[in-house]
């Protein structure tokens, strides 16, 4: 299995906008609600910071976005997500995507990124991120409500870069 991560091009946003509407779809772990349609996601990757994503033997199977967490006096911090293809889990492409983003927000000046909203029954996000040496940092009871309307646990994370 070749894989590289690379910055997203226009020609992968169509793939990407497939991944990123699966996770969305689940109603489980993204807060977004609305699908991105051809239009809306050409804008909403196009604002992003940085997308990264993970091409396994030329093919897109999954990807991040990197952005501000905050603004002005705390617009050091940064936020990404991550989602992989169905089928890609527990391949090492997220710990791949995460290892690219924590570098190219270094390398686009941010000092920390943190994660406002990882849904705690989302063990392998979890894991991940706390193997990639983020801290946690709290819980916010209730912080997610999800597809079937029932509110869940969020634990915050942030990594110093």
């Not at 804008?43 to 994503?53: H, I, K, P």
């Not at 006096?73 to 983003?101: E, P, Q, T």
Request: aromatic fraction near 10%.
């Amino acid at each position: 299995m070749e894989t590289e991560i690379r910055a997203h091009v226009p020609d992968d946003i169509p793939r990407m906008t497939e991944i990123w509407n699966h996770i969305v779809r689940t109603g489980r772990y993204f807060p977004q609600e609305d699908e991105l349609d051809p239009d809306s996601a050409k804008e909403f990757f196009g604002s992003q910071d940085r997308c990264g994503v993970a091409v396994v033997d030329g093919r897109v199977e999954g990807l991040y976005i990197l952005h501000p967490n905050n603004v002005g006096r705390c617009g050091h911090i940064c936020n990404a997500s991550y989602c992989v293809a169905a089928g890609m889990a527990n391949k090492g492409l997220g710990g791949m995507l995460v290892d690219d983003s924590l570098r190219q927000a270094a390398a686009l000046g941010y000092r920390v990124m943190q994660f406002n909203a990882v849904v705690q029954d989302n063990a392998s996000a979890i894991h991940l991120y706390e193997r990639k040496g983020f801290r946690r940092i709290g819980t916010v009871p209730g912080g997610f409500r999800d597809a079937d309307g029932e509110y869940r646990t969020v634990v915050l994370f942030y990594h110093e870069l």
